[in-house]
């Protein structure tokens, strides 16, 4: 089993890749639509950007994750991971269809598809390991919980102890406590 350092590290790598492979989708997609030729752009000449900036969000939440490593923030990065998913799926499609068109740019068509396809594989990988990670912290806080009850069941017996008289055992009767011989 891994350890949480590991799949932290693993983690900020991967959302760092994120980061870049977003830039990058953004920077393809407004060149695709400068390029276009004879005529105003298509929905699906804007579909990089669109993912791009879904993986750009994601890989910041993942730094953002992989810094601190609260329930919230770790949902809130699971639900990016799926933005990401959905806009890189979405740009495929769109992407597929515009390159079926006449007069279109193959290359950056190309490109576009293949920085979707490696964001929605690091999206996906970011997801299981966000899952890694919350199940790691949650059996580290249950074994936390688990100690700090076991120390305070120690303490309580201790205060019995120094609370019976120099460690005579009390007996009651009827409310009152008296000594035992």
Known sequence: ???????????????????????ASIVLGAVGISWVRGGKPHQGHASPVWSGLCFL??????????????GLIMILFSACCICGLIGGILNV??????????????????AAMTLA????????????LTCRLASS???????????????????????????SSN?????????HTAASP
């Open 93 to 110: 499609q769109f992407v597929r269809a515009l390159n079926k068109q006449p007069g279109s740019m193959h290359s950056i068509h190309l």
């Open 1 to 23: 089993m891994c350890s949480s350092r590991k799949i932290l590290w693993s983690l900020l790598l991967l959302s760092v890749v994120e980061v870049g492979l977003g830039v």
């Open 167 to 175: 460690g005579i055992p009390q007996i009651s009767y009827n409310g």
């Open 117 to 128: 396809c490696l964001g929605i594989s690091s999206c996906t990988l970011s997801t299981w």
């Open 57 to 70: 969000v994601c890989g910041m939440c993942g730094v953002l994750c992989a810094r601190k490593r609260t």
């Open 137 to 163: 912290e949650q059996q580290r806080m249950f074994l936390e919980r688990e100690h700090s009850l076991h120390h305070s069941h120690e303490m309580t017996e201790k205060e019995v102890l120094d609370n």
